[in-house]
């Protein structure tokens, strides 16, 4: 079964520090997808990045990075030097790959609340 | 390009009253999804539409039924609401954007969202 984890309940930092953000998942498959969505105090859900299991690169957009480690099944993203911006609940996602003319769902963990304080 | 859509933003309803919730889409994506979000339990999957005509049943259907009226609306139904059908609704469509190997998957892109209380 299918199922996403995200220990962290809720994060409190202060601007401009670093600050990871952990997801690690379950699946049987070996060929899946990895999301993260971003929900800001005004409640609209943002899609972030989308990563598939065979591409373990991590990626940097800005102040944003995502490390995909297979290996112990995690899928963290990390802000650097954050910002007041940032305060939100983040969501991590996994689909598994559809060879089929079906459409995929997404199984969501139960999200982290960052609040950066200035 | 408004994206996804999604009416009213708020209500209130009383235990046993019926509302139906519009969802439309104007990005021609084929599949179409409702999920509520509540508190510590992230956002569940409803019911979803994978293309115009056919419609499936999610994580959590009871108490609810859906229409896909066309390739670009998806209404979410609640024939008789209860209190614990107080929640946020979120309406998503999806594209099919990536391929691996023979493996492929959709990107979901989210409307602003529902807010719906049962008294």
């Known amino acids: 079964a299918q199922k996403v984890t995200q220990a962290q309940t809720e994060i409190s930092v202060v601007e401009k520090e670093d600050v990871t953000l952990d997801c690690v998942y379950e699946t049987r498959d070996t060929t899946y997808y990895l999301f993260w969505y971003k929900q800001p105090p005004s409640g609209e859900l943002v899609f972030l990045i989308r990563r598939n299991s065979f591409d373990e690169q991590n990626e940097i957009s800005g102040r944003y990075s995502w490390n995909f480690q297979k290996s112990t099944s995690s899928f963290n993203f990390t802000i650097t030097a954050s910002q007041v911006v940032d305060s939100a609940v983040y969501f991590c996602a996994l689909s598994e790959a559809n060879y089929g003319g079906a459409t995929n769902k997404l199984i969501f963990g139960t999200g982290t609340l960052l609040a950066v304080q200035p | 390009n408004a994206g996804v859509t999604q009416t009213p933003k708020f209500q209130v309803l009383k235990t046993g009253q019926s509302m139906t919730l519009q969802c439309a889409q104007d990005m021609n994506h084929n599949s179409m999804y409702w999920y509520r979000q509540d508190p510590g339990m992230g956002l569940r999957l409803i019911y979803y539409?994978?293309?115009?005509?056919?419609?499936d049943k999610g994580e959590v259907p009871n108490g609810y039924n859906v229409s896909r009226l066309n390739k670009r609306e998806f209404s979410l139904r609640l024939e008789s609401a209860a209190p614990s059908q107080t929640s946020v609704y979120f309406c998503?469509?999806?594209?099919?954007?990536?391929?691996?190997?023979?493996?492929?998957?959709?990107?979901?892109?989210f409307g602003p969202g529902t807010r719906l209380t049962v008294l």
């Open positions: 539409s994978a293309s115009e005509g056919t419609t």
């Open positions: 998503a469509s999806s594209e099919r954007t990536s391929l691996i190997t023979s493996g492929y998957t959709d990107t979901q892109y």
